[in-house]
């Protein structure tokens, strides 16, 4: 039997929505009619400011 080899693990993918950054842009709406009041940065929920692409494993 040969030993089982362990593969290296490829490099972290870029998260996809911040594109590495780990920070989006968030539109700040205010009041009813819900107008954009600007833009602010806020921590991308997908990688949780990692910026690194999350894996399902
Ligand atoms: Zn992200």
């Given at each position: 039997?040969?030993?089982?080899?362990?593969?290296?693990?490829?490099?972290?993918?870029?998260?996809?929505?911040?594109?590495?950054?780990?920070?989006?842009?968030?539109?700040?709406?205010?009041?009813r009619?819900?107008?954009?009041?600007?833009?602010?940065?806020?921590?991308?929920?997908?990688?949780?400011?990692?910026g690194?692409?999350?894996?399902d494993?």
């Amino acid at each position: 039997m040969a030993a089982k080899k362990t593969p290296a693990p490829p490099a972290p993918a870029a998260c996809p929505v911040c594109k590495g950054s780990g920070e989006v842009s968030v539109t700040v709406r205010v009041g009813r009619k819900r107008r954009v009041a600007g833009q602010q940065t806020g921590m991308c929920l997908t990688c949780l400011g990692s910026g690194e692409a999350p894996t399902d494993d």
